[in-house]
C-alpha cells in the first residue's frame, strides 16, 4: 500500500521556521511525484510545492516560493517543507500527496490540481502566532 505520513507540525511565532516531514512507504520516488497542500479553517485546501524525478525543478505556488523549500531525500523516502518567514496567515493544516511521474503545473494559473494528486495522508497542524 501507498502510505504517506506528514509530521512536524507545531506552534510557532511569527517570523520563524519548521520544517515538515512527509515519509512514504510502499512506493519509491522514481514513480510519483510528491506535493504539499495546506487548508486553513473555512479555505480550500491550497497547494504549495511539487517535487519528482522527472521535473528539473522543484515548483512552487508563487506566494510561497521565497520562503518556502520542498526537498526529498531518497535514502529515508522522505520530502521535506523547509518553511521560514512564517505568518500568522500560514496558519493551517498541511497535508503531502502523490502525483504520478512529474508535478501537475498551474496553482498561479487559478487550477486547483487536487484531483491531479492521490494518497493524502493525514494533515500536520501548523499554528503561527502574532
Known amino acids: 500500500d501507498v502510505q504517506l505520513q506528514a509530521s512536524g507540525g507545531g506552534l510557532v511565532q511569527a517570523g520563524g521556521s519548521l520544517r515538515l516531514s512527509c515519509a512514504a512507504s510502499g512506493f519509491t520516488f522514481d514513480d510519483y511525484a510528491i506535493g504539499w497542500f495546506r487548508q486553513a479553517p473555512g479555505k480550500e485546501r491550497e497547494g504549495l510545492s511539487c517535487?519528482?524525478?522527472?521535473?528539473?525543478?522543484?515548483i512552487y505556488r508563487m506566494s510561497v516560493k521565497d520562503r518556502f523549500t520542498i526537498s526529498r531525500d531518497k535514502a529515508k523516502n522522505t520530502v521535506y517543507l523547509q518553511m521560514n518567514n512564517l505568518k500568522p496567515e500560514d496558519t493551517a493544516v498541511y497535508y503531502c500527496?502523490?502525483?504520478?511521474?512529474?508535478?501537475?503545473?498551474?496553482?498561479?494559473?487559478?487550477?486547483?490540481?487536487?484531483?491531479?494528486?492521490?494518497?493524502w495522508g493525514q494533515g500536520t497542524q501548523v499554528t503561527v502566532s502574532s
Open positions: 500527496a502523490t502525483a504520478d511521474y512529474s508535478c501537475p503545473t498551474g496553482w498561479d494559473l487559478g487550477y486547483d490540481l487536487r484531483d491531479e494528486y492521490d494518497n
Open positions: 517535487i519528482s524525478d522527472i521535473d528539473p525543478s522543484p
